[in-house]
């Protein structure tokens, strides 16, 4: 990946379950703890873009991969279907993006209005899964005339490629 001088990456952190649970608002971190121990939670992988000088020439201010590891494809499902994923989200601030009744979608889709870089941007954050492994990807863009479900879609199908490039043989393992 070719990441522009002005572009930050930092990338590859390890967190322990009790790390990531950590991670959550106080008042949230118990049931999340409980949460991630139900599924068999082994471990997470973060990586961050950040754009700190808010170049408009990219389409993202600040965008993040990570990838939670669960002791099954099964438990990472069964993690993304349990109605706690989706309070928590609301608990911190997100709001269930709105879908056509008749779609479903492979993915879970959140978002919130963000002050970043002068202007008022949008957080959108998906949760996809990748045989045992639970994504979470959030960008931060700009909300100058990007429809919600347009710009999920761009997350959803554009942004794993940027950084599932160094994770393919991993995944491969799991999605076959």
């Known amino acids: ?56 020439e990219y389409f993202f201010y600040t965008m993040s991969y990570s990838v939670d590891a669960f002791a099954s494809a099964a438990d990472a499902s069964a993690a993304l279907d349990d109605p706690f994923l989706a309070e928590y989200y609301e608990s911190v601030g997100y709001m269930a993006m709105a879908t056509e009744e008749d779609v479903d979608l492979p993915y879970n889709a959140y978002f919130t209005s963000t002050d970043i870089c002068n202007a008022t941007g949008q957080t959108v954050t998906l949760d996809l899964l990748r045989g045992r492994y639970l994504l979470n990807i959030s960008v931060i863009f700009s909300t100058d005339g990007n429809p919600e479900a347009d710009i999920a879609n761009f997350v959803a199908t554009t942004v794993p490629t940027l950084f599932e490039a160094g994770l393919a043989e991993a995944y491969r393992s799991e999605v076959r």
Do not use: K, Q, W
Request: net charge negative; proline share 7%.
């Open 1 to 56: 990946m070719n990441i522009p001088p002005d572009v930050v990456f930092t990338g590859a952190e390890i967190l322990d379950t009790d790390t990531v649970a950590a991670i959550a608002p106080d008042e949230l971190s118990s049931d999340y703890a409980t949460f991630l121990e139900t599924y068999g939670h082994d471990y997470r992988v973060t990586a961050l873009l950040d754009n700190p000088e808010c170049n408009t």
